[in-house]
């Protein structure tokens, strides 16, 4: 199963599905540098991939302390901000 750094299963994506995108991968995949120069090239960029690529951070909110961050907070995808904002909250009081 595909699923990109975001946490974003690939196969419950139509556009993976009907093969309009190939997919990501964790930002730690050996594909993952290729995948974010070809992006580019489409002129589609994706912020959260590109920082778990640097950070050598496999998928965001289960490998990063800083999920979640302002790449997520500013975006209008993949997550609602009130997604966010409750994984926010758990976080914090299971770290008390």
């Known amino acids: 199963m595909r699923i990109g750094a975001c946490g974003i ?3 419950v994506c139509g556009l993976y599905v ?8 964790a930002g730690t995949a050996e594909s993952t540098p290729e995948l974010v120069e070809k992006l580019r090239q489409l002129g589609v ?11 050598k951070i496999a998928y965001c909110s289960k490998d990063c ?13 993949p997550f609602s901000k009130e997604f966010l ?4 909250s758990r976080k914090n009081s299971d770290e008390k």
């Open 9 to 11: 299963a690939c196969e």
């Open 18 to 25: 009907n093969g309009i995108c190939e997919g990501c991968d």
């Open 45 to 55: 960029l994706c912020p959260a991939l590109e920082c778990a690529m640097k950070r």
């Open 65 to 77: 302390k800083d999920f979640p961050c302002e790449i997520y907070k500013t975006a209008l995808f």
């Open 85 to 88: 904002e409750m994984f926010e």
